[in-house]
């Protein structure tokens, strides 16, 4: 049995595709985005950067048992070069 080629699979895949890397290239925040980069004192650069190793992620809110330092410190750089 030979394969055909079914442009209209192939259309709908691209299409797909365009509609979610739309959005991942408007970005935007989600959820707490805004909390976590913004807000937090030390992603946002407000406290040494040794801090992320110290303390929990969301010690700003109260302690909920996130220990994240390389996220956070990732998030931090980013911050840093892009705002």
Not at 65 to 72: D, E, I, K, L
Request: charged fraction near 25%; charge should be negative.
């Amino acid at each position: 049995m030979e394969r055909r080629f079914d442009s209209k699979v192939l259309l709908a895949a691209l299409l797909a595709l365009a509609a979610w890397s739309g959005a991942v290239v408007r970005g935007g925040f989600a959820y707490d985005d805004r909390e976590a980069i913004f807000e937090n004192p030390a992603v946002a650069g407000e406290l040494p950067w040794t801090e992320l190793f110290l303390r929990d992620y969301w010690h700003h809110l109260g302690d909920a048992g996130h220990y994240r330092p390389v996220a956070a410190l990732a998030l931090r750089i980013d911050h840093g070069i892009w705002g």
